[in-house]
């Protein structure tokens, strides 16, 4: 697999890397004081972009360092940052599920489900709408919610920063990465970000094939047509998931789009009209990632479909056609070409087998076994 290293980062990190040194010196402690020993300016993390993936966007207040994606790591897998001292981050996010917990809803420090699914938290560095509703735009303040959330972590911030300055092993790691050795919740929350922005999954079979034409089988790449293809008249068979599941990060959360792919005629959750309010949001949710996504069952955001098989049986004969805003491009044109389709996409067997075929060369084993996002303690 190719990759290319962003020099995105770059500039910004020598930048504050400058200010932090500057900052140091000026409040440099004077001799004898029990100020700690001068940071060393943090050193900037080669981010290494799969060939073909989109540019990523940094903060240019949060840049990307080595001790800051180390400490955001450390943080992930933070047990102190829960009310009981039992659940982190990575209780539900596990890397060997790309970072879902194989619950139909998540379930917090109190046993509590979550209304929604765990996501995943792959290639979130190019999401400009995180969650299933896109309730958040950064990294930065999505985790705030996980951290206090009475059905997650269910405790203050405050209160879980107090408990690190007390750990001996955190106040140094602050002042490697920050230049400060007190611990607040937006250095907190900036390291946690950090860490997730690492979190790159591009050397599936999928991806290989994109660059050499080689190495999938003749049913995966039949697969991948239906993927990639409209449903539409004529003889051409089209299974339309590109529309919404975007190449090449094969989801909406980058383009910030959100769709009802018509599970519901009446809304339990509302998603994304749950927060606008609005008539035409009403059942949308945002198309996660396809990557990793024999990984991470059971799917939707409540989890309702355990198997692969089960969606492709969803989307190809049980899409509700009466379901308010239903996403057009999910109900084939009635009549035009009816059969083989009508106003359901009515994949054969064959092709339904070809599909799932195709969503298991999206699983990427480097990624799930990379050191680096593993529990570093
Ligand atoms: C109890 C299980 C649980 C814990 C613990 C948890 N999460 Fe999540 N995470 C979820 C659920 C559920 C969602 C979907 C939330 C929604 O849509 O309302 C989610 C969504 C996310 C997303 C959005 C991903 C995307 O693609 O949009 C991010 C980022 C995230 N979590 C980060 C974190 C971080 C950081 C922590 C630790 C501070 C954390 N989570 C702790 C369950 C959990
Ligand atoms: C009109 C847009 C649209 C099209 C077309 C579409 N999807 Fe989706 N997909 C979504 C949305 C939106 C969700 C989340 C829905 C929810 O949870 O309520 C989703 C969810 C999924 C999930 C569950 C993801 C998870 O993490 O739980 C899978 C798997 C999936 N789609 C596969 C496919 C496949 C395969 C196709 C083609 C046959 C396809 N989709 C076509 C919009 C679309």
Redesign the pocket.
């Known amino acids: 697999m190719a990759f290319r290293t962003t020099t995105l980062s770059y500039a910004g990190v020598l930048l504050s890397a400058l200010a932090l040194g500057i900052a140091s010196c000026s409040k440099g402690g004077g001799s004898g004081s029990n100020e700690p020993p001068t940071p060393t300016a943090p050193t900037a993390y080669a981010l290494a972009v799969p060939a073909g993936f989109p540019t990523p966007v940094i903060p240019a207040d949060n840049p990307l360092t080595n001790e800051g994606v180390a400490l955001g790591r450390r943080l ?1 897998y933070e047990k102190a ?1 829960s009310s009981t001292g039992t ?3 990575g ?3 596990q890397q060997s599920k790309a970072f879902t ?1 194989g619950l139909p809803l ?3 420090v109190d046993g509590v489900a ?8 792959i290639n ?1 560095l190019w ?1 400009t709408q ?4 896109g ?1 958040f735009t950064t ?1 930065e303040t ?2 705030l919610k ?2 206090e959330n009475a ?3 269910h405790q203050p911030l405050t209160v879980g920063v107090g408990k690190l300055q007390a750990i001996a092993a955190y106040p140094p790691l602050f002042l490697a990465a920050f230049g400060t050795s007190t611990i607040t919740n937006e250095l907190l929350l900036k390291a ?1 970000a950090q860490f ?1 922005r690492t979190l790159i999954s591009g050397s599936s079979r999928y991806d290989t094939y994109m660059v050499t034409r080689l190495g999938l089988t003749t049913d995966e790449v039949a697969g991948l047509k239906l993927y990639t293809t409209h449903i539409a008249p004529g003889s051409v068979r089209g299974a339309e998931c590109f529309h919404c599941h975007t190449q090449p990060l094969m989801s909406s ?1 980058y383009e910030g789009k959100f769709f009802n792919n018509g599970l519901d005629h009446t809304f339990t959750d509302p998603g994304r009209g749950g927060l606008t309010k609005l008539a035409v949001d009403q059942g949308k949710f ?1 198309a ?2 396809l990557r990793n996504i024999a990984l991470t069952a059971p799917y939707m ?1 409540d989890g309702r479909f355990k198997t692969l098989e089960e969606v492709l049986d969803h989307y190809s004969d049980h899409v509700q056609m009466n379901s308010p805003n239903l996403d057009p491009n999910l109900a084939a044109p009635a009549g035009i070409n009816d059969p083989p389709f009508g106003t359901h996409m009515d994949l054969t067997a064959t092709e339904k087998k070809q599909v799932v075929a195709f969503l298991k060369t999206l699983t990427d084993s480097t990624f799930i076994t990379d050191k680096r996002f593993a529990n570093p303690n």
């Open positions: 992930f940052l659940m982190s981050c209780s539900c996010h917990d998540a379930v917090g979550n209304p929604r699914g765990t996501m995943s938290l979130a999401s995180l969650t299933w509703d309730a990294l999505q985790a996980p951290l059905v997650e972590l946690l997730e959360n945002i996660p990632t955001h």
